[in-house]
């Protein structure tokens, strides 16, 4: 059985994009045990723990995600390690003005989907695995631009 934690974080400017992570995520897999817990420090919210299993198809193998995704630590060539590093630095600078943590903005992984898939619409975005339709609306022309520096 594998867990997750999740924070969803009180107001109305965080509460709906956290949600959307959350729901995301439980659509993909079986949810076998939930805890969530109030939680008050440099910012209120819940936090979420999810005990969960991979979803499995009539065969018995792992459903596949129709979304892209790259593992954090893909290699990346010359031009994807500068596209990421620029993107890290946007996610830097959002999440200081928006007083979070940077992977509250994007994971790693997204980051790494984000350069090695080709993205260069907001369409192409709504494809990468972890950018739901509020995500997109909050940050993808950002993404682009910032992608577009290269």
Same mark, same amino acid.
């Given at each position: 059985?594998?867990?997750?934690?999740?924070?969803?974080?009180?107001?109305?400017?965080?509460? #709906?994009?956290?949600?959307?992570?959350?729901?995301?995520?439980?659509?993909?897999?079986?949810?076998?045990?939930?805890?969530?817990?109030?939680?008050?420090?440099?910012?209120?919210?819940?936090?979420?723990?999810?005990?969960? #299993?991979?979803?499995?198809?009539?065969?018995?193998?792992?459903?596949?995600?129709?979304?892209?995704?790259?593992?954090?630590?893909?290699?990346?060539?010359?031009? #994807?390690?500068?596209?990421?590093?620029?993107?890290?630095?946007?996610?830097?600078?959002?999440?200081?003005?928006?007083?979070?943590?940077?992977?509250?903005?994007?994971?790693?992984?997204?980051?790494?989907?984000?350069?090695?898939?080709?993205?260069?619409?907001?369409?192409?975005?709504?494809?990468?695995?972890?950018?739901?339709?509020?995500?997109?609306?909050?940050?993808?022309?950002?993404?682009?631009?910032?992608?577009?520096?290269?």
């Amino acid at each position: 059985m594998n867990v997750k934690v999740f924070q969803i974080r009180l107001g109305n400017e965080h509460t #709906e994009n956290d949600q959307e992570i959350v729901n995301e995520f439980l659509e993909s897999v079986t949810v076998k045990k939930t805890a969530a817990q109030h939680v008050n420090g440099k910012f209120n919210c819940w936090s979420l723990l999810v005990f969960f #299993e991979n979803k499995k198809t009539e065969a018995g193998s792992t459903t596949r995600s129709e979304k892209i995704s790259f593992p954090s630590d893909a290699p990346l060539n010359a031009e #994807e390690e500068h596209k990421f590093k620029i993107l890290k630095q946007w996610r830097f600078d959002k999440a200081s003005k928006q007083d979070i943590p940077a992977y509250m903005v994007c994971s790693n992984a997204e980051l790494v989907s984000l350069v090695k898939a080709p993205v260069t619409t907001l369409a192409d975005i709504a494809k990468i695995k972890g950018f739901g339709e509020q995500k997109i609306t909050k940050y993808g022309q950002e993404i682009i631009e910032a992608i577009n520096k290269v």
